[in-house]
Structure formats: structure tokens, C-alpha cells
């Protein structure tokens, strides 16, 4: 995956559609009706809470843009070196540092006017104040547009850049323009780079991916380069230096051996040679394109020594991440013929390229400091023998019996397979197949028994018990043993039949009475929620009554007239009342 994801970055508006994004907030999201009519102190509050948000929405969207874009001291040094070489290192700072100047002096002005607006003494005054603050912000925002435009364009190049991680395996392809450089992409991974006849048709880098080994690897396609002093090189052509300068990778260098590029062969030897210090601690392979037109024995002995000159040089170079692979036997190693019209020693450039990169790769993690800690992790086990006991490798006796057949000559017993019993039993959907022969059992007259599944609703196999007779047995004695413990616990309770004529009586009152409460409890339950309640004082069991008043009081000889009379007095009709 690539270490850093330009495509994430928000869209940079110019400075009036950024002053009406803001200005719309503000309008959208704070309170837009004040009355004169209201406290001074909550009219200041209306205002400061407007160049407060407005102040605060600013911070926010520049704070935003500044860390989308990347830092240059905080990214890898190829990303660095690639946006100075694409957008000017300085100007791209200065654009950011503008950015974050005017984020700093607009909240600057947000604590002055707050202050100001804290000491407010009418509306009008308030209003002018907030105008005033937010008036200076986006005149403030106005001088940063030529700022804000600039980094959209960078934004927007930097989205289409190549997605490059430069700690991956990677193959990075270089030289002349128009010496194949494309093509070999083209056949190497599924990019899609447009190939053309004529130079410096890529103007850009390109990065495709394969697979080898099991791993993913990238490929880099460069612009072409022409030999010339640095400080000549156009902007194209120092994408490919930088990629050089940079990114951890093996490097193969083509040679336009037809000449059909437009440079001889002297051309582009002189070229290897002045980039030669780029490709120091690299694994370098010098490949020789378009054999196919011009085959090396075509060469004269000149252009032959330059050649050899260019693979002695790469050995040299790389010496350290090839001697491994090669073993340091064959001379020209380290050059390659191919050609990417007939795909002829494309995939063994590919494969001595990926070895070289992987053991250079493996070299580099032994001679780190790391090793060490790696090294002391690591516990090589070699066991040994404990006894003198053979233990040979154990068999099966079908296996040795079908090796034992095969080495006699004897074709062995194969199985037949269920298909094969289903097109001689009839055919699908008349055979049956027999589920049981396979079943494991104690016996195997067992297999074909009739097993009952469910009974009464139970599963069967839920109450197998091996050790049911036992359990059923000791279940029998528990029963027996409680069985006897209540009989003796009934044994010394009084039987009815053995009680006098007067406790038999008093029995019987007792059950009668129970029996009245029940029936008694039962009826008022019943019609309680049907009759009115009577308060306590004037129900009282109906025991309070006029009548029974007069029968008591008049048996002691008291006169209970005085009395009825004062009683009809205080009690009050329920019907209605005549004014």
C-alpha cells in the first residue's frame, strides 16, 4: 500500500467562494433576530457569539487545508525532493505559511473585538463592532487568494500522482527516452502506459504491480533522460533523478541496441556513466533492448567493448546484491539481451532483477545492527536419539499390500465407488444408497438392526444410560428407605377414630364454624363491588338504630324522646334543597 494518500485531500476554494462558505455558516447556525428592547448584556452576548463562530469556522476550514497538505521536513526525502522539483519547495512553504499567518491573525482579531463588544453600550454600537470584525476577516481572506488558488493546483496535481511506497520492493526502469522503457511495463504488470514512437512520450512517473514469489512488487516507469549536466534538466527529466536518488530498488538500465531511439550506442553508454553515482547501493542490470532488429553479433567491436564496459560497471556496482545470486561465474551477468516485441528475455530480466533486489534486501537486514536482537530470538532444535530402540515409519497394511502388488506386477483391488454402484444398481433415483456398511460398531452384525428414533414424543437416544439397571436399583432403594421414614413419622399422630364423644363434638363445632367464615368471606367478596359502604360509625352491624335505642334506654326507664327528636334534627336529607 502506498505510505501516503494525496487523493484524501479536501478541495482549497478561492478566497470569495471561501468568504461565502464561512459568512453562510454564520448566518445558518447562530441565533439572526435581536430586539433593542433587550438587556445591554445580552445584546453584547447575540453579537460576541457571532464573531466568535465566525472566527472559530475560519480557524477550523484553514486549520483543515494545513494539515491535508503534506509537511516537507515530515514526509520521506523522495516525496520532498519530488514536490520541490514539481512545485517549488519554497513557494510551496511560503503558500502554507501565509495560511497559517492569517489563521493566527484572525483569531487575533476575534479576542480584540470580543473585548471590545464586552464594553457596548447600545445595539447600533454592538452591530457596527461585529461588522467591523468581520469585515477586516475577510478582507484579511481577500489578500490570500492568489495563496488559496496556488495550492488548489497543487492539490489537484498531487491527486493524480502515482500511489509509490518507497520501502516496497520495487524495479525501476531508466534511460534514454524511447528505448522501451514503456513497453517492458506494459509487459511486466497490467498498466496501461501509452507507448509511442517518438521520445519523451512519458512525462511522468507510472507505477505498475506484479507478482513473484508470492510477493507484491512495483515497477516504476521514468521519463527519459538525456545527458546533460544537472542543472540543464528539465522538470521531466529530474523526476527520473529523483526516483534514482531515492527510492530503495533495483535499477534496470536499457540500451537501445538498433539505435532506432535516435541516440547511439555511444550516447547512452556516456549517459550510464554520468548517473552512475545514483545507482550506488542499488542492484543494477544493464538490459539490452531490440535485439530482435540488431542482434549482438551485428556489433562492431567498439560498440561491443561499450557494452561490456556498461556490464562490468553495473557488476562492480551492485556486486554486493549480484555475487550472491550469481555466484561470480559468469562475465556478462550483469547485461541482458530482450526484446519487448517478441517478449523474448523479458521474464528472465524480471526473475535475475527480483533475486538480486531480494538477496540485496537480506544482505542489507545481516549487516544492520538489528540482527543481533533478531539472532537471540532464534533456537535451532536438533534432537536426539534417547534409546537405541528402532521406530520405524508405520505403514498401513492396505498401502503395503497395494506396494507389495504393484512391485509384483499385479494390478491392485480397486474400490468400487458410489457412482459406480449407483449405475449398476439402476441409475439415480432407483438406487439407494447404504448408509449403514460404514458403521463403526462393536459388532458389525449390529449395523442393520432396527433402532427406534422417537417414542412418545422422546428422543431414545437421550435416555440411554449404560449404567441405567444400576441407577434404577439404587433409585428403588431410596423409595423404600423414604417410604418407611414417613410411616414412622405417621405412626404417632392421632387417628379420629380414636377420639371421646366430647372431643368429636368439639371437632365438629370447630369445621362448622370454619365452614360459616369461608361461605361468609366468599359472599362479601363476592357483592362487594355491588353495594355502597357504610362508614364504621354509622354501620356498626347494624346494632345502631333508633329502634333498638329505644328498646334498651326504655327498659332502664329512661326517656329516649328528647333524644330521637335532637337526632332528626341533625340528619340531613340527600335530596335537593328548596331555596
Known amino acids: ?70 509537511k516537507v521536513e ?96 520495487s524495479l525501476l526502469l531508466c534511460g534514454y527516452p524511447n528505448v522501451g522503457k514503456s513497453s517492458m511495463m506494459n509487459i511486466l504488470t497490467r498498466a496501461d502506459v501509452e507507448v509511442q514512437p517518438y521520445a519523451f512520450t512519458t512525462k511522468s512517473l507510472y507505477v505498475g504491480h506484479m507478482d513473484y514469489r508470492y510477493m507484491r512488487w512495483q515497477v516504476l516507469d521514468t521519463p527519459g533522460i538525456l545527458d546533460r549536466p544537472l542543472e540543464e534538466r528539465n522538470t521531466i527529466e529530474m523526476q527520473s ?52 532488429v540488431r542482434p549482438l553479433e ?3 567491436p567498439e560498440e561491443a567493448a561499450l557494452l561490456q564496459g556498461m556490464g562490468d560497471e553495473a557488476r562492480r556496482i551492485s556486486s554486493g546484491g549480484a555475487a550472491a545470486v550469481d555466484g561470480g561465474d559468469a562475465e556478462g551477468s550483469a547485461l541482458l539481451t530482450m526484446s519487448t516485441l517478441t517478449e523474448e528475455g523479458v521474464m528472465a530480466a524480471k526473475q535475475a532483477a527480483c533475486d538480486r533486489l531480494l538477496n540485496f534486501r537480506v544482505e542489507l537486514k545481516v549487516a544492520g545492527k538489528r540482527i543481533a536482537d533478531v539472532l537471540n530470538r532464534m533456537h535451532v ?100 428407605q423414604l417410604e418407611a421414614q414417613h410411616q414412622e413419622q405417621m405412626s404417632g399422630v392421632m387417628d379420629t377414630d380414636e377420639l371421646t364423644e366430647e372431643q368429636a363434638a368439639d371437632l365438629a363445632a370447630i369445621r362448622a364454624r370454619k365452614k360459616q367464615i369461608v361461605a361468609g368471606h366468599r359472599i362479601r367478596k363476592a357483592s362487594a363491588s355491588n353495594r355502597p359502604v357504610m362508614p364504621a360509625k354509622h354501620g356498626a352491624g347494624g346494632k345502631l338504630q333508633a329502634s333498638r335505642l329505644r328498646a ?8 329516649t324522646a328528647a333524644a330521637e327528636a335532637r337526632l332528626r334534627e341533625r340528619s340531613q336529607s340527600r335530596g335537593r334543597k328548596r331555596s
Open 552 to 559: 334498651q334506654l326504655g327498659g332502664m326507664g329512661i326517656d
Open 381 to 480: 532444535a536438533l534432537p536426539k536419539h534417547r534409546d537405541a530402540s528402532l521406530r520405524p515409519p508405520v505403514i498401513p497394511a492396505s498401502v503395503a499390500a497395494a506396494r507389495a502388488a504393484a512391485a509384483a506386477g499385479q494390478a491392485a483391488a480397486k474400490r468400487k465407488l458410489e457412482v459406480q454402484l449407483q449405475e449398476e444398481g439402476g441409475g439415480a433415483g432407483v438406487y439407494s444408497a447404504d448408509l449403514r456398511k460404514h458403521y463403526d460398531l462393536k459388532d458389525p452384525a449390529w449395523r442393520y438392526d432396527i433402532m427406534p428414533e422417537v417414542l412418545d414424543g422422546h428422543n431414545i437416544a437421550d435416555f440411554i444410560d449404560p449404567d441405567i439397571d444400576a441407577k434404577l436399583a439404587e433409585l428403588e432403594r431410596e423409595e423404600a
Open 241 to 292: 533523478i529523483t526516483a534514482l536518488a531515492h527510492l530503495r530498488c533495483a535499477v534496470l538500465y536499457l540500451v537501445d541496441i538498433s539505435e532506432q531511439c535516435g541516440y547511439s550506442l555511444a550516447q547512452q553508454a556516456a549517459l550510464f556513466h554520468s548517473i552512475k553515482p545514483l545507482f550506488a547501493n542499488k542492484p543494477l542490470l544493464v538490459l539490452v533492448n531490440k535485439t530482435d
Open 1 to 70: 500500500m502506498p505510505a501516503y494518500n494525496f487523493k484524501s485531500m479536501q478541495v482549497v476554494p478561492p478566497a470569495k467562494d471561501f468568504i461565502d462558505i464561512v459568512l453562510s455558516k454564520t448566518q445558518r447556525q447562530t441565533p439572526t433576530v435581536v430586539h433593542n428592547g433587550w438587556a445591554i448584556q445580552r445584546i453584547r452576548q447575540f453579537y460576541m457569539r457571532k464573531v466568535k463562530f465566525t472566527a472559530q469556522n475560519w480557524n477550523e476550514k484553514l486549520t483543515q487545508i494545513l494539515d491535508d497538505f503534506p
Open 298 to 300: 551485428a556489433l562492431s
Open 74 to 169: 515530515d514526509i520521506h526525502p523522495f516525496y520532498s525532493d519530488l514536490l520541490n522539483v514539481l512545485y517549488d519547495k519554497d513557494h510551496y512553504k511560503l503558500a502554507l505559511g501565509q495560511l497559517n499567518t492569517a489563521r493566527n491573525l484572525i483569531d487575533k482579531l476575534s479576542q480584540d473585538y470580543v473585548r471590545l463588544l464586552k464594553y457596548g453600550d447600545s445595539l447600533y454600537r454592538c452591530k457596527e463592532l461585529k461588522r467591523a470584525a468581520l469585515g477586516r476577516m475577510c478582507t484579511l481572506m481577500k489578500g490570500q487568494d492568489a495563496s488559496l488558488k496556488y495550492l488548489e493546483q497543487v492539490r489537484q496535481h498531487m491527486s493524480r500522482l502515482p500511489g509509490i511506497d518507497p520501502n516496497a520492493r
